[in-house]
């Protein structure tokens, strides 16, 4: 344990997570389904409620009296450390402030309650790049990453005085504070970029009205834009699905495969492909074409659902699984680019809104997509917006890009004074940190 931690102050100890906390951990639901959630009841938490800066007891299921007390070491209490034990977000850890009712958590979280540590300060050696390295390392689960119970309660721990805990967590609460305020402020600006691209978008669009009523059908436009249904102008062609029991044959051919993972809104993201080995006439039947415009049938943000990328012909032979629909146009009357723009657009966003299948993911269908009313105008017209919303997206972008490094460097050094402080790296007598309001 030592090694991981370095050279700690000469007054510290080292210790383990089961030696100054109980873990704690539900092993499934005892039969649990969603047909008992209620509309009220005993709040339980999943881990996207411990993913912001202050636990969400908001947005929550609720589970009966019964099925909340067949788990008493699970029942919340103030100075509770919960940490994400399964999945993309394992090694996320957030501590219990308050509790506005009672509640308890899914599977996916373990709660540490302290003993022989102040349960904030724990909270932020969890949080150290030190820990979250060892969570890491000896996590486990071929799909769904796990961290199990015996390697929680194995994790080092260093161990301050008790004072000096205090310290170091009030210090660390204020600067945290502090970098999580900038963060929040980039992410505000991040929205108002994407409101002023969507604004450019649809005014390039919809352009001046010749009339301030609107849309009966479609009433975020206005009544006396032309629209159509996409279908005029466009097909779509169906992808393939691989089946991993066929047996190979004679007429296999290796092939590129752009997967649902591969299209990222109004880009097609290359950066790993894979091959598939298919028959060669159910390849030509779901090859890409130059133009295409490529979009998937589902999306876990229902405001993404719809965007569409125009495919460059990047890969020779590619085909394209059958979740990915590939919308191809006439090429006369409606340009690949102007399609993507509609797609991206706040009419695009409201329509796939409007008529998605939300239950669980957001879904749509090849018929919902051809069904999309389109404004009609001329191909010139069409070619002057597309000019007008590419220079708006590469704004966007530098924009955007600018943020998101500063997010990176504002992550890091919040990483980089817990574990600072933590490890004793940082005296907190002469640095103080202050509560941001």
Request: charged letters at 25%; a positive charge; proline letters at 5%.
């Amino acid at each position: 344990m030592k090694g991981a931690f370095g050279n700690l102050p000469e007054h510290w100890q080292l210790t383990r997570v089961d030696r100054v906390a109980s873990v704690n951990a539900r092993i499934g639901w005892k039969a649990l389904t969603a047909a008992e959630y209620q509309e009220e009841g005993y709040a339980f938490l999943a881990t996207p409620n411990i993913k912001t800066a202050e636990i969400d007891f908001r947005k929550v299921n609720f589970i009966s009296e019964f099925r909340y007390e067949e788990s008493p070491d699970l029942k919340l209490a103030v100075g509770d450390v919960l940490l994400a034990k399964d999945g993309n977000t394992l090694g996320i850890v957030n501590i219990v402030r308050d509790l506005p009712r009672p509640a308890t958590v899914n599977g996916s979280i373990a709660v540490l309650r302290s003993h022989g540590i102040d349960p904030n300060f724990l909270r932020y050696v969890i949080a150290s790049d030190i820990t979250q390295s060892a969570i890491c390392a000896v996590k486990d689960g071929m799909g769904v990453p796990h961290l199990f119970q015996r390697d929680i309660n194995r994790l080092a721990v260093p161990l301050p005085p008790a004072g000096e805990q205090r310290r170091i967590s009030d210090f660390l609460d204020g600067e945290v504070a502090r970098v999580n305020q900038m963060i929040a402020l980039r992410l505000r600006q991040l929205a108002v970029i994407a409101e002023r691209y969507a604004a450019v978008m649809s005014t390039a669009i919809v352009g001046r009205s010749r009339s301030d009523k609107m849309n009966k059908e479609w009433p975020w436009l206005p009544a006396d834009l032309e629209l159509t249904r996409l279908g005029y102008f466009a097909r779509i062609q169906s992808g393939v699905t691989v089946d991993a029991s066929r047996g190979p044959t004679g007429r296999d051919v290796e092939v590129p495969y752009l997967r649902v993972a591969n299209v990222q809104g109004e880009r097609v993201d290359l950066a790993e492909v894979k091959t598939i080995r298919i028959p060669r006439d159910l390849a030509d039947r779901a090859t890409l074409r130059e133009g295409d415009v490529v979009m998937t049938e589902a999306n876990g943000n229902p405001d993404n659902l719809g965007r569409g990328a125009v495919w460059r012909g990047e890969f020779a032979d590619m085909v394209h699984q059958n979740h990915v629909f590939a919308i191809r146009t006439d090429g006369k009357r409606l340009l690949p680019e102007y399609l993507s723009v509609l797609l991206a657009s706040a009419h695009g966003r409201r329509y796939f809104r409007f008529t998605s299948n939300q239950v669980g993911i957001a879904t749509t269908s090849s018929g919902k997509v051809l069904n999309m009313p389109i404004p009609v105008c001329s191909l010139e017209r069409q070619a002057e917006v597309v000019a007008t919303c590419m220079r708006a997206r590469e704004a966007t972008e530098d924009a955007t890009a600018a943020l998101n490094r500063q997010l990176a460097l504002l992550a890091e050094r919040r990483r980089a004074l817990i574990t600072a402080a933590v490890t004793g790296q940082i005296d907190v007598t002469t640095a103080r940190g202050v509560r941001v309001p």
